[in-house]
Every structure is written in structure tokens, then in C-alpha cells.
């Protein structure tokens, strides 16, 4: 009776993973919150109504009713089904287009319709930036952390999913309220409204990853815990791929962006609701811990101080894997924001299918994730796993800024690389830090490494957007867009890439003289 007590639920492999799937699951509906409006950059960067063919085709409803117009007035329209009628599912349209340098009469028939929001590019980048403005310019995330060491992965976490919630409720009311012109920082009042929720969802967010790492060191230490973290960031990118997969056609069913954000939302409210599940075996765990405690002697484990970050700070190991994040994530997470309207513009992939390119990147990483996480389990050489992907990752850039092959084939190879390189670095890179820093300073650490990884997600995407309206877009001689040159966005990607490779290279160095173990096994033979 007295040695069942004794038994940490940790000890039962279901119990552990059932606790894995279930923070897994918070964090997944967190990860699709995140990118549920990257496919839609085309439509908010539109103004007033797109409409979308049954061909899968698109175009802003101006240019039709233009088109049309036109077409009218040099033609007598043979059937008065094909006149400019209502924007509606099923009307029947014809217009000239030109088509390899030849006029040609098309007929396309209206599938869907959805607003457009009109924002600029740098509107879009700085709202896609909020997720970190909190986190970063508040100081949130860092005292996240300690919030977590102090009070605990309960309390941290029901607090952190609670604020995803509110922060996506305030993103959905801003999308689909109408602030007419009204306008704050030189901006739309809607984005700086939706950016606030995007915020606030952010820092919940971020608190509840570093809460979810500590969880999984907490169940999993000496045990799969590389394979663990693998699969909790194979159902985060579940949600990501569902996010660029499903959002566009969401949107187009309820005609308008702010209903894919209303399934985020609903899904937060889930996630909310399984971590409080997840509490009531975080309690039976930790009274087995403090039974087991209590059993043998020992003194119940001190708590974190504040000097303790001093630790953390003056590791310089630490602050080669926290560089190392920060400029492989700028590469990867800002990029996915932009990613779908790349496909779009640069190789011609119809809009209703580009944002299934993207989606290919976190699907390939749902199998690779605990695959690599398991490879590094059982054979280690994490150090080495982190220079080979962020060897990819640079690659990869350099062949979406060239020039050439402007192929949607090719887009999707590269593409799947992309996806290798994103399973091989989050693989090895978030297991290596419990290696370096002890477990009662582990919320803190973690929470500093998302830290400066956030100034990267804020400050790219707001940097990314800015460049486009300012170098990329193309304009004809009356001022209507007329598409983008991705070159310079993209090589900024890969110079972010370029420094990966330089600093997961010093850390191969520094790990071979401090034996941290970066590339030692993580599974402990007994
Ligand atoms: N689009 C979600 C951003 C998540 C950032 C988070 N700090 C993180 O890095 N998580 C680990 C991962 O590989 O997703």
C-alpha cells in the first residue's frame, strides 16, 4: 500500500502520455490560433469584396465589375445571364483577358465572396508582429518564467490558456466589427484593435509553451523526454498546418476573415478546459512527489530565487542555444506569414490551393518532429542535428530569392526541405536546455529563450512588411498593384538563416568543451 503511495504517476507510462496529450492539445490550439490568418494576407490586404471563381481562381470584385463593364460595352452580351448581376455563389460572368499576349474572351462562374479589409502590407506585418509585442516590450514572457518557477505549472498554466482565450476573443471582435475610416498611429483602428488581442493572445501563448516544456521535463526527465518534446511540437504543428490549410476555405464559407478566427477561438476554449484536466494529475503527481519525499527524509525541494537567474545569465552555452533560436525561428515562423502571398505572386499558384504549399511545411514536420526527437534520444549528436538544419534552412531562402525556377513543384520541394530542417533544429534544440541548465531553473531559462526569441517574431514580421509595401510591390503607371518581387524579403531570411549556421557551430565547440552532452544520448541506461 504504502510503496503504491510512493509511485509517481510519472511512472506509469499511460499516465504520462495521457498528461503529455493533453497539454499538447492546449498548445496545438494555440499554434492554429497563431497562423489562422496567414493564408488570408491576400484578402486583408485587399479592399472591399473578393470574389472567388469556381476554377479556383480570384480577383478583387472592382476588377471583375470593371472587366465586365468593359466587355459590355464593346460586345452585345448574347445571354443576359452573363450581364453584371449580384456578387453572389453561381453568377456567370465574361470579360477579355489577355492570355500570352492574346485577347481572349473567359466565362468564370462565382464560387464564393469574402471581404477584403484593405489593410497595407506594413499593416499586415505589424499586426502579424503583435503576437510578441507584450511578451517583448512588457517584459511579459520574463516574468512569465519566473511566475512559473514561483507558483507553479497549475496556476501558470490555467492563467496563460485563459489569456490565449481572451486575447483571440478580442482579435475576432476587432475582424468583424466595422470601424468605418477611424484611424490611430497612422493606422486602421481595426488593426491596432486586432493586434491588442494578437498581443494579448501572444503572451498567453509563449507563457503557456514555457509551461507546457516544464510540464514534459517535469514527466518526462530520464525517461523519452526528446521524444516527448517531438510529439508535443508535432501536435503544435498540427495546428499550424490545419491554421494554413482550412483558414482560407473557412473564410470563404462564412464570407469573411474573422470566422476563421471564431474557430480558433471556439478551439481555445477547448484547450482551456483539457489544461484543467490536466491539473487535477499534475495534484496526484505532485502529493506522490512530496509522499516519496516525505518517505526517505529528504527535505521538500527548494524553490527558485531570483539569484538563480544570475545562473542562467553567465552560461554561455545557454546563450548560444537562446541565439541559435532566435535566428532559426526568424527565419521560419515570420516567414510562414508571408509564405502563402509568395506562392501567389512569384509562382502563380491560384489562391484558393497556395496556402497548401505552406501547410506541407508543418505537416512534414508532424512525422519528422519525434522522429528526429527519437534519433536524438537514442544516439544524441544534438549539436550536429541543429548545424545540418540550419544548413537547410538557409538553402532554402536563397532558392525562394533566385530568380529562377518559378515552378509551383518547385516551390513545394523546397518547401518540404524547409519542413526537415524545421523538425531537425526544434528537435534537438529544446531538449538541449534541461542538459544545461537544472530542472528548478528550467521556467525561467525557457522563458528567456522565448524571450529573445519573441523580439525576432515581433520585429520580422513588422520589418518583412515594411520592406514589401516599400521595395517589393509592383505598381502600373495609374498606381493599382500589379504584383511583388520577393528578392530582398527573402535574402534577409537567409542571412537570418546564415547566422544560425554560425552560432549552432560555435555551440558544437563550446558543448565539446564544457561536456554539456549536446551530442550524448538523452535516454538514461539503468
Ligand atoms: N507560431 C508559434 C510560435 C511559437 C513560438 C514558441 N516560443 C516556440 O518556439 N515553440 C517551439 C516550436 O518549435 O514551435
Redesign the pocket.
Known amino acids: 500500500m504504502k510503496e503504491q503511495i510512493q509511485k509517481r504517476l510519472s511512472d506509469s507510462k499511460a499516465a504520462r502520455w495521457t498528461a503529455l496529450i493533453i497539454v499538447s492539445f492546449t498548445m496545438m490550439c494555440?499554434?492554429f490560433l497563431?497562423?489562422v490568418m496567414a493564408p488570408l494576407e491576400n484578402l486583408l490586404t485587399t479592399k472591399g469584396k473578393v470574389v472567388y471563381f469556381t476554377d479556383n481562381t480570384s480577383m478583387p470584385a472592382d476588377t471583375l465589375v470593371a472587366k465586365v463593364a468593359l466587355f459590355a460595352e464593346s460586345n452585345a452580351l448574347s445571354s443576359p445571364d452573363l450581364t453584371v448581376q449580384k456578387l453572389e455563389e453561381g453568377a456567370r460572368y465574361q470579360y477579355i483577358e489577355t492570355v500570352e499576349g492574346k485577347q481572349e474572351t473567359v466565362e468564370k462562374t462565382i464560387s464564393t465572396v469574402s471581404s477584403g479589409k484593405g489593410w497595407s502590407s506594413t499593416e499586415y506585418g505589424f499586426f502579424s508582429g503583435a503576437?510578441g509585442y507584450i511578451n517583448v516590450f512588457l517584459l511579459m514572457l520574463f516574468f512569465g518564467g519566473i511566475i512559473l518557477d514561483k507558483m507553479g505549472v497549475r496556476f501558470t498554466g490555467v492563467m496563460s490558456s485563459g489569456l490565449m482565450f481572451a486575447g483571440a476573443l478580442i482579435k475576432w471582435y476587432a475582424l468583424q466589427a466595422d470601424f468605418g475610416d477611424a484611424m490611430l498611429w497612422g493606422m486602421n483602428l481595426q488593426v491596432i484593435i486586432a493586434a491588442l488581442g494578437f498581443s494579448i493572445f501572444g503572451m498567453g501563448?509563449?507563457i503557456t509553451?514555457?509551461t507546457v516544456s516544464k510540464v514534459i521535463v517535469k514527466w518526462f526527465a530520464g525517461k523519452e523526454l526528446a521524444l516527448a518534446m517531438g510529439l508535443q511540437?508535432a501536435m503544435?504543428?498540427i495546428g499550424?498546418a490545419l491554421a494554413l490549410a482550412v483558414s482560407l476555405p473557412v473564410a470563404r464559407m462564412m464570407g469573411d476573415v474573422s470566422g476563421s478566427v471564431l474557430v480558433g477561438a471556439i478551439a481555445l476554449c477547448v484547450g482551456f478546459i483539457s489544461y484543467l484536466v490536466y491539473c487535477v494529475m499534475d495534484r496526484k503527481e505532485d502529493a506522490a512527489i512530496s509522499a516519496a519525499r516525505a518517505e526517505a527524509g529528504e527535505a521538500p525541494e527548494e524553490g527558485f530565487k531570483l539569484s538563480d537567474l544570475k545562473l542562467i545569465l553567465c552560461n554561455k552555452g545557454f546563450w548560444l542555444i537562446t541565439l541559435l533560436?532566435l535566428m532559426f525561428?526568424a527565419g521560419v515562423?515570420p516567414f510562414?506569414k508571408f509564405a502563402t502571398k509568395l506562392m501567389i505572386y512569384k509562382y502563380e499558384v491560384p489562391e484558393s490551393f497556395a496556402g497548401l504549399i505552406p501547410a506541407l511545411l508543418p505537416f512534414g514536420t508532424i512525422l519528422l518532429?519525434p522522429v528526429f526527437g527519437t534519433l536524438y534520444d537514442r544516439i544524441g549528436r544534438g549539436a550536429t542535428l541543429m548545424i545540418i538544419g540550419s544548413v537547410m534552412l538557409t538553402t532554402v531562402h536563397v532558392l525562394f530569392a533566385l530568380p529562377i525556377m518559378n515552378y509551383w513543384w518547385f516551390a513545394v520541394i523546397v518547401m518540404i526541405v524547409l519542413g526537415i530542417a524545421?523538425s531537425l533544429?526544434?528537435s534537438a534544440?529544446?531538449p538541449s536546455v534541461p542538459k544545461i541548465i537544472p530542472m528548478k531553473q528550467l521556467g525561467s531559462a525557457y522563458a528567456i529563450?522565448?524571450y529573445i526569441?519573441?523580439i525576432g517574431?515581433a520585429m520580422v514580421p513588422t520589418l518583412i512588411g515594411f520592406v514589401i509595401d516599400r521595395f517589393s510591390t509592383q505598381y502600373n503607371a495609374a498606381g493599382a498593384i500589379t504584383g511583388y518581387d520577393y528578392t530582398a524579403p527573402m535574402v534577409i531570411f537567409a542571412i537570418f538563416g546564415l547566422c544560425a549556421i554560425v552560432i549552432a557551430g560555435i555551440l558544437k565547440q563550446e558543448d565539446r568543451r564544457k561536456h554539456y552532452g549536446l551530442e550524448e544520448s538523452n535516454i538514461k541506461k539503468k
Open positions: 494555440g499554434y497563431t497562423d503576437y501563448a509563449e509553451g514555457i511540437v503544435a504543428r499550424t533560436c525561428y515562423f510562414l518532429t524545421f533544429v526544434p534544440l529544446w529563450v522565448f526569441q519573441n517574431l
